[in-house]
């Protein structure tokens, strides 16, 4: 149902409070209106892009939180982090991260993610990733959004915790690893 600018302005407002993470194509598919639409909406209320919207969520919310690691040197942006338990990061595959040629991302950035992740979910000042197994499933291509998730699994080895990261694009998985994590305290 199309609505007035006003209306739509509002509703979108209310809609991006309860969902920081909704894209500006989700979101003109909501209101049944074009991306450009939105875009200009979003200008006049001053509603950051996406991008910037998971950043102040992610620096607001978890600056403090993150203990191993700047937040900065996360690679992706985190979006969801219970320390000592589970973590979420988001990484936009873009032309700096692929190979030129042929569009595909370079492996080390998915690692990275990954592994700056199982680091940020240690509850610890000093976490170092002691040992990796770690496993590509399918490329990646430029374009695409890689949402990587960590858990921790609570068997821990004297000094170690073992954290089990998944990632996917949409909900096919392109890889998954087993970081083995050297952490300065025994818990």
Known sequence: MRRNKKDRQQLLKETIEKMPFITDEELAKRFEVSIQTIRLDRMEMSIPELR???????TSQ?????KALPIDE?????IDLELDNRAISILDIKREH???????????????QANSLAV?????????????????????????????????DNAEIKGTTTVH?????????????????YRSNDK
């Open 52 to 58: 910037e919207r998971i950043k102040y969520v992610a």
């Open 74 to 78: 996360v690679i992706g942006e985190i």
């Open 120 to 152: 940020a979910v240690i509850d610890e000042e000093l976490a170092l990733t002691k040992r990796a197994e770690i496993k590509f499933t399918r490329q990646v291509n430029q374009g695409e959004r890689v949402i990587a998730k960590a858990k921790v």
């Open 62 to 66: 978890w600056n403090e939180t993150v």
């Open 98 to 112: 692929v190979f030129s040629r042929n569009n595909i991302a370079r492996g080390h950035h998915l690692f990275a």
């Open 165 to 181: 990261v998944d990632s996917f694009v949409e909900n096919e998985m392109v890889f998954s690893g087993t970081f083995t994590m």
